[in-house]
């Protein structure tokens, strides 16, 4: 949005110079910057209209949440395309919901039956939505987009800062199980920071690979290669996904370097006494090296406590599940291949070494990841090894197991993951959140035992749509820390029940789960960093990234909205500055947008890798093969204050919303040109542009359009095939340059404004 100017650009640039030849080459760049969508008029706001903000697929469910701070209802919504705001379909609000969260009544408006690809918004009352696609690509790119989060997590090289970092991890700890004693140094560099913050989990590192090595199995085609495979630009053969989840294996490797060795974690909490780059990573009084803990079944040091430590079993079977499948997936690098078999058989001895949970150490504060649950973990391992091609002298050492046997017998030990249905639980208690075993079991059976295990799959669906049918939101995941990364695990539950059983009963419940990730929920905004890039997503989250370098971590996805009491009782969350969502704020449940809040606005990195496999999934149900990442997601969407960075993405300049320079790695000028009251020099400018064979675009007001002295130049600009757009109809001033985000006009008065620009 920009302030009115009483000359334009044409009539500028011909004062410069009086050489039409001369004039070409000083033209670099002109913005004109219209803005097609504004947060809210005037006056106060009680009604709002929540979407998915990165649209709907034609033939996809498509609802969205009216939702109003009054006790009133709406009778009917209407569908309008956003270029000519006409109504093109009308339906029935259908019933109340009630209250909800800061809201005193809410409707879900379906409008699934309309087909017709285009921009539109919603309508209903006073509300209005913000503007959306109905498109088959609208998830195209996305899984690529959430590579780029990885990307910048990762340790030892990281290619976003085109520099190395914790190059000297570790010393060991807890080793005396296996007679190494503590300090003993152990080369584990590499793998991914866990949450914007430095320290490395096996156990989420771990579910991170697998969903990265699952969604190149199953969903290949809409992963490109735009990079090499140490994450800078490049093209290697190989599409991005296979090298980020390497990347993710040849650590977990580090982590379990022989069959008696194998660690859980590398650093602790001490890791919080400050925000700085990972570089300068020196708070365990050893300089710059790190600990890496053993994993020896017992409890081990949580400050003044101990974790409740039980035995082996849940870290090493998702080492096994890993290494099983990237066997399969590595099938052709035999030397690799063969390495990753060994480590899954020996990953699975050491889960058998005392059966029991592994939990995470922590050295100042109360909080771990507590993780209750090891059952699904051997379920998921005795299922990926089934399927592993095992040398000689390994099928004679493991013909004592049954491996599909095994893994029916876990399945039946947690049918269903116990937060499934539950009001709360404690952080990572029932960890992963989904129990991936099922899915792989069932693919492997028939009969009776595959319908059971599908079965397992389907009363914890069940669970959830019991508590989700009360609200206008289908809202049945609990609010606990991280419900965002619950949230995705229940998409892709969903997803798999349909994938086994061809069901489709719970597709508006599992697409509302996905539909609030991208902004159907209070807030009315994505969880997830940049995505979709001129929506409304978090600008600052807790990330020692944003907020000391203001580098962005496109594609985070963040924790997510926690309890009212949950976020109340949480130590050291302080708020820096106003919150823009206080509005829709509430007792039940809070989300900031603010790098003060840990709980709600923390991007994790498994949680990220979750989400890429679901995107994936909803990507290739599209049936397109081949995105094109560069016209959805810009390479370069990297701040929200005009800057760039050069490296994994920075190619486009965005500055508050709008590109204002294009690729540079292509050599190409964009000529732009508007016009309001004056003229002169009209001739000289498309002279120049034909001697020089080039193309412009010309912006002009409804007061350019409307003057007959113009009506000439205008037809020898579309004569030309140039460019002819819109540039306000009266020129109005939209705000003052010094106090950008105040608007001096209502929505009302913009949108008539453009529209009668766009008559003209």
Same mark, same amino acid.
């Given at each position: 949005?920009?302030?009115?100017?009483?000359?334009?650009?044409?009539? @500028?640039?011909?004062?410069?110079?009086?050489?039409?030849?001369?004039?070409?080459?000083?033209?670099?760049?002109?913005?004109?910057?219209?803005?097609?969508?504004?947060?809210?008029?005037?006056?106060?706001?009680?009604?709002?209209?929540?979407?998915?903000?990165? %649209?709907?697929?034609?033939?996809?469910?498509?609802?969205?949440?009216?939702?109003?701070?009054?006790?009133?209802? #709406?009778?009917?919504?209407?569908?309008?395309?956003?270029?000519?705001?006409?109504?093109?379909?009308?339906?029935?609000?259908?019933?109340?919901?009630? *209250?909800?969260?800061?809201?005193?009544?809410?409707?879900?408006?379906?409008?699934?039956?309309?087909?017709?690809?285009?921009?539109?918004?919603?309508?209903?009352?006073?509300?209005?939505?913000?503007?959306?696609?109905?498109?088959?690509?609208?998830?195209?790119?996305?899984?690529?987009?959430?590579?780029?989060?990885?990307?910048?997590?990762?340790?030892?090289?990281?290619?976003?800062?085109?520099?190395?970092?914790?190059?000297?991890?570790?010393?060991?700890?807890?080793?005396?199980?296996?007679? #190494?004693?503590?300090?003993?140094?152990?080369?584990?560099?590499?793998?991914?920071?866990?949450?914007?913050?430095?320290?490395?989990?096996?156990?989420?590192?771990?579910?991170?690979?697998?969903?990265?090595?699952?969604?190149?199995?199953?969903?290949?085609?809409?992963?490109?290669?735009?990079?090499?495979?140490?994450?800078?630009?490049?093209?290697?053969?190989?599409?991005?996904?296979?090298?980020?989840?390497?990347?993710?294996?040849?650590?977990?490797?580090?982590?379990?370097? *022989?069959?008696?060795?194998?660690?859980?974690?590398?650093?602790?909490?001490?890791?919080?006494?400050?925000?700085?780059?990972?570089?300068?990573?020196?708070?365990?009084?050893?300089?710059?090296?790190?600990?890496?803990?053993?994993?020896?079944?017992?409890?081990?040091?949580?400050?003044?406590?101990?974790?409740?430590?039980?035995?082996?079993?849940?870290?090493?079977?998702?080492?096994?599940?890993?290494?099983?499948?990237?066997?399969?997936?590595?099938?052709?690098?035999?030397?690799?291949?063969?390495?990753?078999?060994?480590?899954?058989?020996?990953?699975?001895?050491?889960?058998?070494?005392?059966?029991?949970?592994?939990?995470?150490?922590?050295?100042?504060?109360?909080?771990?990841?507590?993780?209750?649950?090891?059952?699904?973990?051997?379920?998921?391992?005795? !299922?990926?090894?089934?399927?592993?091609?095992?040398?000689?002298?390994?099928?004679?050492?493991?013909?004592?197991?049954?491996?599909?046997?095994?893994? @029916?017998?876990?399945?039946?030990?947690?049918?269903?993951?116990?937060?499934?249905?539950?009001?709360?639980?404690?952080?990572?208690?029932?960890?992963?959140?989904?129990?991936?075993?099922?899915?792989?079991?069932?693919?492997? +059976?028939?009969?009776?035992?595959?319908?059971?295990?599908?079965?397992?799959?389907?009363?914890?669906?069940?669970?959830?749509? !019991?508590?989700?049918?009360?609200?206008?939101?289908?809202?049945?995941?609990?609010?606990?820390?991280?419900?965002?990364?619950?949230?995705?695990?229940?998409?892709?539950?969903?997803?798999?029940?349909?994938?086994?059983? %061809?069901?489709?009963?719970?597709?508006?419940? !599992?697409? !509302?789960?996905?539909?609030?990730?991208?902004?159907?929920?209070?807030?009315?905004?994505?969880?997830?960093?940049?995505?979709?890039?001129?929506?409304?997503?978090?600008?600052?989250?807790?990330?020692?990234?944003?907020?000391?370098?203001?580098?962005?971590?496109?594609?985070?996805?963040?924790?997510?909205?926690?309890?009212?009491?949950?976020?109340?009782?949480?130590?050291? @969350?302080?708020?820096?500055?106003?919150?823009?969502?206080?509005?829709?704020?509430?007792?039940?449940?809070?989300?900031?947008?603010?790098?003060?809040?840990?709980?709600?606005?923390?991007?994790?990195?498994?949680?990220?890798?979750?989400?890429?496999?679901?995107?994936?999934?909803?990507?290739?149900?599209?049936?397109?093969?081949?995105?094109?990442? *560069?016209?959805?997601?810009?390479?370069?969407?990297?701040?929200?204050?005009?800057?760039?960075?050069?490296?994994?993405?920075?190619?486009?300049?965005?500055?508050?919303?709008? #590109?204002?320079?294009?690729?540079?790695?292509?050599?190409?000028?964009?000529?732009?040109?508007?016009?309001?009251?004056?003229?002169?020099?009209?001739?000289?400018?498309?002279?120049?542009?034909?001697?020089?064979?080039?193309?412009?675009?010309?912006?002009?007001?409804?007061?350019?359009?409307?003057?007959?002295?113009?009506?000439?130049?205008?037809?020898?600009?579309?004569?030309?095939?140039?460019?002819?757009?819109?540039?306000?109809?009266?020129?109005?001033?939209?705000?003052?340059?010094?106090?950008?985000?105040?608007? +001096?006009?209502?929505?009302?008065?913009? *949108?008539?404004?453009?529209?009668?620009?766009?008559?003209?």
């Amino acid at each position: 949005m920009i302030p009115r100017r009483r000359g334009i650009f044409l009539h @500028i640039i011909l004062k410069k110079t009086n050489q039409p030849g001369d004039m070409m080459k000083k033209v670099f760049y002109c913005l004109i910057i219209v803005p097609f969508f504004l947060a809210s008029a005037y006056g106060q706001t009680t009604s709002w209209i929540r979407i998915n903000q990165l %649209g709907y697929p034609p033939e996809a469910m498509k609802v969205a949440v009216w939702c109003s701070k009054e006790d009133i209802k #709406i009778d009917t919504f209407k569908l309008m395309d956003a270029m000519t705001s006409k109504c093109v379909f009308t339906a029935k609000a259908g019933n109340p919901f009630g *209250s909800y969260g800061p809201f005193s009544q809410t409707f879900r408006l379906n409008f699934t039956a309309f087909q017709k690809p285009g921009e539109y918004y919603l309508a209903a009352g006073s509300a209005r939505s913000p503007q959306f696609k109905i498109n088959a690509d609208v998830y195209q790119g996305a899984a690529d987009f959430c590579l780029r989060y990885l990307r910048q997590q990762r340790s030892g090289f990281n290619p976003f800062l085109n520099d190395s970092c914790h190059t000297h991890d570790g010393y060991s700890l807890y080793g005396e199980m296996a007679g #190494i004693k503590d300090s003993t140094f152990f080369d584990v560099t590499g793998g991914w920071h866990d949450a914007s913050d430095y320290l490395q989990y096996s156990a989420t590192s771990a579910n991170a690979t697998y969903h990265l090595l699952a969604a190149y199995r199953d969903f290949s085609q809409v992963f490109s290669d735009t990079h090499l495979a140490n994450g800078l630009p490049g093209e290697n053969k190989i599409p991005d996904i296979l090298d980020e989840a390497r990347w993710g294996t040849e650590w977990l490797l580090k982590m379990h370097p *022989s069959e008696n060795v194998m660690f859980n974690q590398l650093a602790d909490d001490r890791d919080h006494q400050g925000m700085r780059i990972p570089k300068e990573d020196s708070f365990y009084g050893r300089g710059f090296e790190r600990p890496v803990y053993f994993i020896d079944g017992e409890p081990q040091q949580r400050g003044q406590f101990l974790n409740d430590t039980k035995g082996t079993s849940s870290t090493a079977a998702k080492f096994s599940s890993v290494f099983s499948l990237g066997s399969l997936i590595f099938s052709k690098e035999k030397t690799f291949r063969d390495t990753l078999t060994a480590r899954a058989l020996s990953a699975l001895n050491f889960s058998r070494r005392k059966y029991g949970v592994t939990q995470t150490a922590s050295v100042r504060s109360p909080y771990i990841y507590a993780e209750e649950n090891w059952v699904d973990d051997m379920e998921l391992a005795f !299922a990926a090894m089934h399927n592993v091609v095992l040398p000689k002298k390994e099928k004679e050492e493991t013909a004592r197991y049954n491996f599909l046997d095994s893994a @029916i017998s876990y399945a039946s030990r947690e049918p269903v993951t116990p937060w499934l249905g539950a009001d709360t639980a404690s952080h990572y208690q029932w960890y992963p959140f989904i129990n991936l075993g099922h899915y792989e079991l069932a693919k492997l +059976l028939n009969g009776r035992q595959r319908d059971s295990v599908v079965a397992f799959y389907k009363k914890g669906i069940e669970l959830v749509e !019991a508590k989700a049918r009360h609200n206008a939101f289908y809202r049945g995941v609990p609010f606990i820390w991280c419900s965002n990364n619950l949230t995705v695990s229940f998409a892709i539950q969903c997803f798999w029940y349909y994938q086994l059983t %061809g069901d489709d009963r719970f597709e508006e419940l !599992a697409q !509302a789960n996905i539909d609030w990730l991208f902004g159907a929920n209070p807030w009315g905004t994505s969880m997830v960093y940049g995505l979709p890039s001129l929506g409304d997503t978090p600008t600052d989250p807790h990330s020692a990234f944003t907020h000391l370098k203001d580098y962005p971590i496109d594609g985070g996805l963040v924790d997510g909205p926690v309890y009212g009491n949950i976020y109340k009782n949480l130590i050291g @969350i302080t708020l820096y500055k106003p919150d823009e969502y206080a509005d829709f704020q509430s007792d039940l449940v809070v989300y900031h947008d603010d790098y003060g809040d840990y709980s709600t606005n923390e991007p994790t990195m498994d949680g990220t890798a979750s989400l890429l496999y679901l995107l994936a999934a909803k990507e290739a149900s599209a049936g397109i093969a081949k995105p094109d990442t *560069s016209s959805h997601f810009p390479e370069g969407i990297h701040s929200r204050n005009g800057q760039w960075k050069d490296g994994d993405a920075g190619q486009i300049q965005i500055d508050h919303g709008a #590109i204002v320079r294009g690729d540079k790695r292509k050599k190409k000028l964009a000529i732009i040109f508007s016009g309001d009251e004056f003229a002169e020099g009209g001739k000289e400018i498309l002279n120049a542009l034909t001697k020089e064979k080039a193309a412009a675009s010309f912006f002009f007001t409804g007061n350019f359009y409307r003057n007959p002295s113009f009506k000439k130049l205008i037809k020898a600009i579309k004569k030309r095939g140039d460019y002819l757009g819109p540039h306000s109809d009266k020129h109005l001033l939209y705000c003052y340059w010094k106090n950008r985000d105040s608007l +001096l006009v209502t929505r009302q008065a913009f *949108s008539r404004d453009l529209e009668n620009n766009y008559d003209a």
